[in-house]
């Protein structure tokens, strides 16, 4: 049976919210129908989707968690959100018109699973109906800030596939999205007129429906010119809006975004792991600067080894765009083999909510002081760094400088050690590539990369997993890292997948073993050998991999595999062109050379020691 809705007309926005949710209710309920009597299809689920896409933006906005009830593109995620990364990741569950509709493409659909994934999606609306945050809409905040997300979303993931199979209802549904978001505008500036969307906004929002209107077929759909010409110039002024109204949200899906971004492409875009760690109140920038300087000589300095052979450079060379291009993974510290995994480009790690390939270490300073202590890697201790660092007349002067920037942590200590070094290789972070530059009007569009970022987006599937703008594994509203189960072979035969459990040694599922975290693309040109094993020695052997599906294409058992295991079908010049997109996120970086020497110790013992290690 259907329900209706009984308008009072007290508040248009909240009605229309009423209304709209009522209306996907009314739609889930008649699946509901068709599923009892085994009648259930495509096209009704074709159906409910419009009716979800009408209000798709402020569900996500008011509650992520009941969202994925509605449209989850996975059963089961576990997610750690930033605001709570110290806890276990949470289990969250998966439902609604996706699943559904991935089920109903299996030869034969499990009419079970698809009435359990329906039964959540009505669960998922009956938190809507019920959820006290329906009365925000009548704040004007909400509007804004949840309009933001939305235009964020433009970007990253309503084209790209990651939550609809059928690539034949993205365009119809995009434009359903606009044109419904563009009404709830109507009544947004007759309810709020003092903090509207502005006439520019408006403009261009119109002219935004109208390009997509156009737009026939999935395949020929320019990514690159929707986002430069219309989404990235929308979501500049929809920043400028919300400072211009002074509106403050209350929503933790704001909790990582920077309401400075002017770009999408941004590097201030939002905020990730922090590299100021115990210097985090420090603002001058003369000061940051004298310790970002520190860290510089301590990254290069084998001190902090426990033979006085290994720094950080070692495996992190700043002329391999820190990373070590030379192995698949380095020797161990006692040369006793190598170490399990290939050594990540430190370029940008700042940009994820945890840090490691397995997202076991929530803070970048942290992953200094374990590497640093680990007895594979550089086996030191730090209260004994600490007095070699003492012995040293400037790393004793610089440190208690340091420590004088700390009133909560008054005494020199291996904290201010790690806080330097990732201050030091941070600074890196804000360089940008010739694509940035392209999409923030810049620079003249290169016809290959375009292209290539059009492949990316849509065919090649790259983008369900890779988000704008670090293209790395953390999506909007940028409050999570995700992770991915790729069935990465342990050699290029295919002979096994790779031993390495991944996140399922930190948190033990099924979903979880032989996952990683999806690390940036940015720089990838320059840090070979790639994956978490180092197994691919060029892109080429990357784009194989991907296009053939995953180790479950090339004939390995996955049962868990995330990426889809059907050959995808790039031809070698699409390929090409993805692999020129790509290349175009190198970003233009300085090189750091190798001190030419280090600073004196007392201790003759130390003095031996070499610039940037000995291997």
């Known amino acids: 049976m259907a329900f209706t809705l009984v308008n009072d007309g007290k508040n248009a926005l909240q009605d229309l919210y009423q209304t709209r949710v009522l209306e996907l209710e009314n739609e889930l309920l008649q699946l509901n129908q068709s599923l009892a009597s085994n009648q259930l299809n495509e096209a009704q689920l074709g159906s409910a989707r419009m009716k979800l896409k009408a209000i798709d933006p402020m569900l996500r906005y008011l509650d992520p968690i009941s969202y994925k009830l509605l449209n989850g593109p996975l059963p089961v995620e576990w997610e750690t959100e930033v605001f709570e990364k110290w806890e276990p990741p949470y289990k969250r569950i998966g439902g609604g018109l996706t699943l559904m509709q991935i089920e109903l493409l299996e030869d034969q659909a499990s009419q079970q699973k698809l009435a359990e994934y329906l039964q959540l999606a009505l669960k998922g609306i009956t938190n809507f109906k019920s959820d006290s945050f329906v009365l925000t809409q009548s704040k004007p905040w909400v509007g804004h800030f949840s309009n933001r997300l939305f235009l964020l979303n433009l970007a990253s993931i309503y084209t790209t596939g990651f939550e609809n199979p059928n690539t034949s209802f993205i365009l119809p549904e995009l434009l359903q999205t606009l044109l419904r978001q563009q009404a709830y505008y109507v009544v947004f500036n007759n309810q709020f007129p003092q903090q509207g969307f502005t006439p520019q906004y408006l403009s261009l929002y119109q002219k935004a429906i109208q390009y ?224 940035d530059n392209m999409m923030n009007q810049k620079l003249a569009e290169d016809a290959l990369v375009v292209k290539g970022f059009n492949l990316f987006m849509s065919k090649s599937q790259c983008a369900t997993c890779h988000f704008l703008p670090i293209f790395n594994g953390v999506k909007p509203p940028y409050t999570n890292s995700e992770f991915e189960v790729l069935g990465t072979p342990a050699d290029t035969l295919y002979t096994s997948i790779s031993a390495d459990s991944g996140r399922y040694a930190i948190y033990a599922s099924p979903q979880s073993l032989h996952a990683f975290r999806t690390p940036t693309l940015r720089n990838i040109s320059k840090t070979a050998p790639y994956m978490h094993n180092g197994v691919f020695k060029d892109l080429n052997q990357v784009m194989a991999f991907y296009n053939n599906g995953g180790g479950v294409g090339h004939g390995l058992l996955v049962p868990n595999q995330t990426l889809s295991s059907d050959s995808i079908g790039l031809s070698k010049e699409e390929l090409v062109a993805i692999i020129a997109f790509m290349k175009s996120l190198d970003e233009e970086i300085s090189i750091d050379p190798i001190p030419a020497s280090l600073p004196i110790s007392s201790k003759k013992v130390l003095n031996s020691r070499k610039p940037g290690g000995e291997y």
């Open 212 to 435: 997509v209107a156009l737009q026939k077929d999935y395949e020929d759909f320019n990514s690159f010119v929707w986002i430069k010409d219309f989404v990235n110039p929308l979501f500049a002024l929809q920043q400028e809006q919300i400072r211009m109204y002074k509106l403050i949200s209350k929503n933790l899906q704001d909790y990582s975004l920077n309401l400075e971004a002017t770009s999408i492409f941004s590097k201030n875009l939002y905020n990730g792991l922090s590299p100021k760690g115990v210097f985090q109140p420090v603002r001058d920038t003369a000061t940051l600067n004298r310790l970002t300087a520190l860290g510089e000589r301590l990254f290069f300095d084998p001190i902090l080894s426990g033979n006085l052979k290994r720094s950080c450079a070692s495996c992190h060379s700043p002329a391999m765009a820190f990373t070590d291009n030379t192995v698949a993974t380095a020797l161990q510290f006692n040369f006793n083999g190598v170490l399990p995994r290939n050594a990540p480009s430190l370029l940008n790690v700042s940009y994820n909510h945890l840090a490691m390939m397995d997202g076991h270490i929530i803070s970048l300073q942290k992953q200094v002081e374990e590497v640093s202590a680990n007895p594979l890697e550089m086996n030191g201790d730090k209260e004994m760094i600490l007095k070699y660092l003492q012995s040293v007349s400037d790393y004793k002067k610089e440190l208690a400088f340091a420590a004088k920037q700390t009133p909560a942590y008054p005494k020199p200590g291996f904290q201010h050690v790690a806080a330097a070094i990732t201050l030091y290789y941070s600074k890196h972070n804000k360089a940008v590539s010739s694509f």
